[in-house]
């Protein structure tokens, strides 16, 4: 364990979010009010008109919910704050998703089309949903891949039509009990999409969802299942935002992912919520022989953001990947990290995660990474990169490492640099601002796992990063 | 009033003086050499010229082309059109040469205008060739993992790009064997012109075997104790820098 904590006052730091940063006023026709009981759960199911057992599973997990504390003896005290009976479980207007844009209601289209969502659509994705609060308003897949066999529905949808493909795996790649927050999504989960790409089946452009969260005080619990079949493949992306409350709002998503025997799945996010909501997030995958599977995360705003996307290696030959960025800005507390479990032999996993912290935000890497004593050949990579902005920014690394077995090996690289004053100074003198500076430097640091990403997103994820800059020097 | 004109700079670090009474005119059309033993504030002179915030300017006066520079900020000086070959230039890891320069011809241009990507790459390899860098180079980090006679190509490259109308050249030949040197040289006497001025920082005579300046300056705590044409560089060879203390050190303070 390694932990540099460099303290010193520095001026703060503004932030800019004004492209999310927007509301409509609240028109609902479902609204589970405030807390969480019984009833909240009740409620939400009869909404969503859902067979019983769906409703004993998610009353379940509301007890088991209850029962288990908070991870506060390892994890930031931050989620005391987080205050369950203040929030707002279920919000809708009550209508099926649509398939043209001309059908969503406007104050929701026109939010979807100032984040740029149906632009995206028409030049590089095979499909999208858009989820506004807990329901999805608008959702379509291209019809050549709805004739492959290709599934990609909402959650509530999946179980209901689909419960042969989507119930054997729902809840058991991440079971309720697996941590406080799953089991609250399991209880009240609404929304997120549920994929089956059926054997053999290459999807070319990837699938899209969008979050986003329009009324204060609400959480919002989506759930996301992708099953890739023998020797498919998928590329997912994720895009969430916020506007910015007075209060804090919740964000606590369970994803599953399901790799079978020599398929391919790459599940990337580009998160940039506004820095009062509690993003707590579980997200793991199975791959099964020769199945890939990579998790490309970028964590850009919240006020904490805790994630740590595994991969379980069953299969043998099986490869997991997790690349991530985390920039922690003033007030921010990105906790992030990855978890590799190495279960079967030639398995090998590779973790590349930098962190940028700019002013007294703070980041953490948590990592893991388990080869057991009877497994044989596996190998996994871990790197970690932590970049200081200004003198009190503070980053911390906590890898878990445990290999055991012959043959099997573990490499891992830690880093912490800062942006010097000299640099800076060196760039100005080019004639820079110190804006366009410290960008710079950033995008450098970053800029060998950008190329990792797919071009679109290493575009935005540019653009957030040089608004996140902009201001960010005193 | 086309000149850089530094006049009476008194500047001090840590409340420790570096630059005493110290001036200098240099006109646009002359290279001028200035020399001195080390720790003498060759380089805390170029720094502070160039906007360095670390050094406390006590009294004097900068001014570049008849408007006064001191205190603005590094950018603003580099814009007005300065130019500083660092001693010790600084790796950013990540941003390639091209991407870098780019970025720096890019913020002369005004705001709704960019980059003709073609023309860019069209004079940034004439340019890269000339100083005989590899094409290569451009997709490396900017002086990440470069030699020392690399870096001090690339801050001439980054001179030649940016075409300064004042170049600050800071030890330039330090580190350089002599067939870099002659290379570096070459490039400067491409950039020579009526409309730019040079003040070349060194310690030793050979780079001006290369680069024939107009006047050569000797400097000796913190300020010029001594000036002549290219002969005295020379001269300076030959007697070393204690003939520079007994003859002109002593005398001034007498």
Known sequence: MSESIINEQEEAIKVDYEKGNFSFPEDYTYDAGTGLSEETVAYISKVKNEDEWIKEFRLKALEIFNKKPMPTHWASKDLENIIF??????????????????????????????????????????????????????????????????????????LEKYPEIFRPYFGKVIPSADNKFSALNSAVFSGGSFIYVPKGVKLKQPLQAYFRINAENFGQFERTLIIADEGAEITYMEGCTAPKFETATLHSAVVELVALKNAKIQYITVQNWSNNVFNLVTKRAHAEENAEVKWIDCNIGSRLTMKYPGVVLKGRKARGEVLSIALANDGQHQDTGAKMIHLADETTSNIISKSISIGKGRSTYRGQVHMPKHLKNCKNNTECDALLINTNSRTDTYPAITTRGEGNTVQHEASVSKVSAEQIFYMMQRGLSEGEAMSLAVNGFVNDLLKAFPMEYSVELKRLIDMEMEGSVG | MQSLEITNLNVSIGGQPILKDFSLNIPKGEIHALMGPNGTGKSTLAKVIAGHEDYEVTSGEILLNGESILGNEPDEISLAGLFLAFQYPLEIPGVSIANFIRAAKQARLPENESINAVEYYKELYDKMDALKIDRKFTARSLNEGFSGGEKKRCEVLQM?????????????????????????????NLMRSQERGFLIITHYQRLLDYIVPDVVHVMYDGKIVHSGDAELAKELETKGYDWVKDSFVSSTAQ
Do not use: H
């Not at chain 1, 929030?87 to 649509?98: A, T, V």
């Not at chain 1, 043209?100 to 095979?126: M, S």
């Not at chain 1, 019809?143 to 990609?152: N, R, T």
């Open chain 1, 85 to 158: 009976e203040n929030i707002r479980y279920y919000l809708s207007k009550g209508q099926k998703p649509s398939r043209t844009w001309d059908e969503v209601p406007d104050d929701v289209k026109e939010t979807f089309e100032r984040l740029g969502i149906p632009e995206q659509e028409r030049k590089f994705l095979a499909g999208v949903e858009a989820q506004f609060d807990s329901e999805a308003a608008y959702s379509r897949m291209k019809e050549d891949l709805e004739k492959e066999g290709v599934i990609f529905v909402g959650s509530s949808e999946g």
């Open chain 2, 160 to 188: 030649s790009m940016l075409e300064p109308e004042y170049c600050l050249m800071d030890e330039t030949d330090s580190g350089l064997d002599i067939d870099a040197l002659r290379i570096v040289a070459d490039g400067v």
